[in-house]
């Protein structure tokens, strides 16, 4: 029997690398119907145009559904795949520039940026969350791509929904160290422990050895360009650490360029969303375009894919997702949600023992963890008391920053997407 897949935020124009996975993964994930779900009328007719050609081309035999009734295309869902972002591009734009002009970091997952994205995603993922426990198929998984991932998935799992949350810079750099040693990607298995945007691959292991000293040796310049890191800390370290990782070892570097003017992420995706749109509309494209390489999210299609199809059939994949820690990593509580390697069956991910962080990673990690738990506190309650300990509990928002200043105008900023924060006046 086939499944039922509904994709909240399915005008993305991510959409396409998700249709492509879906589309090879038949033999392990008959899907009776895809359901995207937006609340833009024309995006959605114009990604479910070309994902419907795309399946078409691909001689799928289900049923696409575009709607923009939540309850219909969450009725009856196996998996609930979440990847939307409130308030669009223009939101992220405020996440990029404002933290600047108050001398931190602004980045749209991570800091300042990462925080306010949080207080406008997580009430809304949460009320989606209820929707599929009381309106999905019995059983039903919710898949979380929505940024912070982390913070959303420590939201979820802290109260009991049947979510894993997932991120493709794990699946990223497991590809581009495979190039590098000229390797079929499926033998490359990844040591990665930490938090969503705050982790290290410790080892890369070839048909179990550890390939990741010789590689560091031969292709260090590449590497440390790729992470816009020094080489020297990754020879002196011996590991990948995540891109986001410059934002905290090269902070005032970052906030010279960002309070230089250097053009934002934000506004190039827009630039980029825009045309990706305008080639979606021609009736004759009927598969991915290349540009969409270009829009993030490289290999979302791969480990999305895969991650389902392994939740469906119970295979056993090992796979990079964020999960109830229960022990994997010795340095964290049980159900602090972290990023490791977890082997997925049906009954969900469990995640493998890795061995202790180093001193400066766990000290790291333990006060994301503190700003992450009272960040969720935050957006769930609009207490400002607890908004202003989140913010000051995240190591790129330093002393130097004028706290109560910056809360004021991020609150501001996004009134209209944060009513716990600004009640109705009755």
Same mark, same amino acid.
């Given at each position: 029997?086939? @499944?039922?897949? !509904? ?7 991510? $959409?396409?690398? +998700? =249709?492509?996975? &879906? #589309?090879?993964? %038949? ?81 749209? @997952?991570?800091? !300042? ?7 406008? $995603?997580?009430? +809304? =993922?949460?009320? &989606? #969350?209820?929707? %599929? ?100 800390? &990754? ?6 650490p995540s891109y986001y990782l410059r934002y905290f070892d090269r902070f005032d570097e970052v906030l ?171």
């Amino acid at each position: 029997m086939g @499944t039922k897949i !509904a994709v909240i935020g399915g005008g993305s124009t991510y $959409t396409p690398e +998700l =249709v492509d996975g &879906l #589309a090879r993964r %038949t033999d392990r994930l008959p899907i009776d119907e895809l359901v995207l779900l937006d609340i833009e009328p024309e995006r959605l007719e114009v990604v479910g145009g070309l994902a419907q050609r795309m399946l078409a081309r691909a001689g799928w035999g289900g049923r696409l559904v575009t709607t923009l009734d939540r309850d219909a295309a969450v009725d009856g869902a196996d998996f609930v795949l979440i990847q939307l972002r409130v308030g669009g591009q223009a939101a992220r734009l405020v996440d990029e520039t404002l933290p600047p002009k108050f001398g931190t970091i602004g980045q749209e @997952t991570t800091g !300042a940026g990462g925080f306010a994205k949080a207080l406008r $995603t997580v009430p +809304l =993922v949460l009320e &989606l #969350a209820e929707l %599929t426990r009381t309106r999905a198929a019995n059983g039903a998984w919710i898949v979380d791509f929505t940024n912070p991932v982390g913070v959303v998935s420590q939201a979820l799992l802290d109260r009991e929904y049947r979510a894993i949350g997932l991120c493709n810079v794990a699946i990223t750099l497991q590809r581009m160290v495979a190039r590098r040693l000229g390797v079929d990607p499926d033998r490359v298995a990844l040591e990665h422990v930490g938090l969503n945007h705050l982790s290290w691959e410790r080892a890369a292991r070839v048909d179990g050895v550890d390939r990741l000293p010789d590689l560091i040796a031969s292709d260090g310049q590449f590497l440390a360009d790729d992470l816009g890191l020094p080489l020297e800390q &990754l020879q002196r370290s011996g590991v990948l650490p995540s891109y986001y990782l410059r934002y905290f070892d090269r902070f005032d570097e970052v906030l010279r360029h960002q309070q230089e003017g250097g053009e934002t992420r934000a506004s190039e995706v827009m630039e980029i969303e825009r045309q990706l749109l305008e080639l979606y509309r021609d009736p004759k494209l009927d598969r991915k375009p290349a540009l969409l390489d270009d829009r993030g999210g490289a290999y979302y299609s791969e480990a999305a894919a895969q991650l389902i199809a392994s939740l469906h059939d119970g295979r056993g994949d090992v796979q990079v997702v964020d999960v109830r820690n229960e022990g994997a990593m010795p340095d964290l509580e049980a159900m602090d949600v972290v990023e490791v390697a977890a082997r997925i069956d049906r009954d969900g991910a469990h995640p493998l023992p890795v061995a202790p962080l180093a001193d400066d990673q766990r000290e790291l990690v333990l006060q994301v963890k503190r700003y992450e738990r009272l960040t969720i506190e935050a957006a769930m309650t609009g207490d400002r008391t607890v908004a202003r300990e989140a913010l000051e509990a995240h190591p790129l928002v330093d002393s130097r920053v004028d706290l109560d200043a910056l809360l004021d105008a991020l609150l501001d900023a996004n009134r209209r997407h944060l009513p716990q924060f600004f009640p109705a006046v009755a």
